[in-house]
């Protein structure tokens, strides 16, 4: 991606620019970032996805009772009548549903793809929101449908009330209002106190951000040593000629707590255990996402593009694709990078990748994590 380009999408700055002035630091309200944006996802589509088994949505009522919030999969039937005012239904991971979404997505690949997340869609009726709140993460909130009047602000104090199904701010102060229009659209960085409430029936897509949490990561990467440590490690045993008799027969041998130490200090040394786990972890699929399979023979003769669901990453030593890592170099490892940075490959590029890369290529096809470029959306 050109990072030098200035970009209507981030208000006329460029993507370094926006990342050294904005990201994690101040928000942006960007006016007509897609000018005469029609969203490819309207309300009875979103309708649907939210009634499907294995979409993740939820629905909540600004009720005279106060907040109340419940989870989906929804019946059509189930959902407040569209006339009643100040409620809110939104579907997560729309991209891994819609090629048109997927597609806008890419518009943010700026950021690394092990920091996006996906494009959450909300639907409200006039007055419908989800009340003053911050979240962990940055997010692109742009206007879709309707109109939506957006109070922000620094809110040093984040306390939660208590007692309310949602997280919704005790004390919120806004410093500036907007009133976004289609296309218009809002960066807020992580924590920065935020409510949105629509004027009149509003969509509003969140282009969502990820970010690994210490101990969340320490766990997955442990877990993954654990399973793999006995290949880096050996089986050596522990050996003590030189232990002196003792007269405190129950105190650990310091000989014994060092031979610990380095027997985890060796697993952690290497580097390209870490490493692999670390790319397997993060282009694991997302819950809910599986694979059926493709029934077609592999076929790389017109080129390929990667299954929108597909995770694909790369390092210094290794390709990742949806939680398994390869380690390649050379020429593969030139095409693979561009296989994930494109998402997509060349026949021409197809064919000067080695055999063993060309079947790496036809199982993830077979496995319907690639398609063939016949197939790619329009
Ligand atoms: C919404 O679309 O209503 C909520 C988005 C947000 O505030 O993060
Ligand atoms: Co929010």
Redesign the pocket.
């Known amino acids: 991606m050109n990072t030098e380009q200035p970009l209507a999408l981030l208000g006329g700055l460029t993507p370094s620019q926006f990342m050294q002035r904005h990201w994690q630091k101040k928000p942006l309200l960007v006016r007509q970032a897609i000018p005469g944006f029609t969203p490819c996802v309207g309300r009875s589509e979103l309708v649907a996805l939210a009634g499907q088994e294995g979409v993740e949505s939820r629905l909540i009522v600004d009720s005279p009772k106060g907040w109340k919030m419940k989870h989906g999969p929804f019946a059509k039937r189930s959902l407040p009548p569209f006339a009643q005012k100040k409620w809110?239904f939104?579907v997560q991971g729309v991209d891994l549903h819609h090629d048109g979404v997927h597609a806008l997505m890419q518009q943010f690949r700026f950021v690394p793809d092990a920091r996006l997340d996906d494009v959450m869609i909300?639907y409200?009726t006039d007055g419908g929101?989800?009340g003053p709140?911050f979240?962990s993460y940055d997010?692109f909130?742009l206007q879709a449908h309707g109109q939506r009047r957006w109070r922000i602000g620094r809110n040093r104090d984040l306390t939660l009330q208590s007692g309310v199904p949602l997280k919704i701010l005790q004390n919120f102060e806004a410093e500036e209002e907007f009133v976004l229009n289609p296309g218009d659209m809002l960066y807020l960085p992580p924590k920065y106190a935020?409510d949105?409430v629509a004027e009149g029936e509003c969509m509003?897509w969140?282009i969502g951000f990820r970010a690994p949490q210490e101990g969340e990561l320490a766990r997955e990467l442990l877990l993954g040593l654990a399973d793999e440590a006995f290949d880096g490690v050996g089986e050596a045993i522990y050996r003590d000629p030189r232990q002196p008799a003792v007269m405190s027969s129950a105190a650990i041998p310091p000989s014994l707590a060092l031979f610990a130490h380095q027997v985890v200090d060796k697993a952690l040394k290497n580097p390209d255990l870490l490493d692999s786990l670390l790319g397997e972890y993060l282009t694991e699929p997302k819950a809910h996402v599986w694979f059926e399979g493709s029934e077609n023979a592999p076929d790389l003769s017109k080129g390929v593009h990667l299954d929108r669901r597909s995770k694909m990453m790369y390092d210094e030593r290794h390709v990742f694709i949806n939680g398994e890592s390869f380690r390649v170099g050379g020429r593969d490892a030139r095409f693979l990078r561009q296989l994930a940075d494109n998402r997509s490959l060349s026949a021409s590029s197809c064919a000067k990748l080695s055999e063993s890369a060309q079947e790496a290529l036809r199982d993830w096809m077979s496995a319907d994590w690639l398609k063939p470029a016949q197939d790619l959306p329009q």
Do not use: P, R
């Open positions: 809110t939104l909300s409200a929101g989800v709140h979240d997010v909130l935020h949105g509003t969140s």
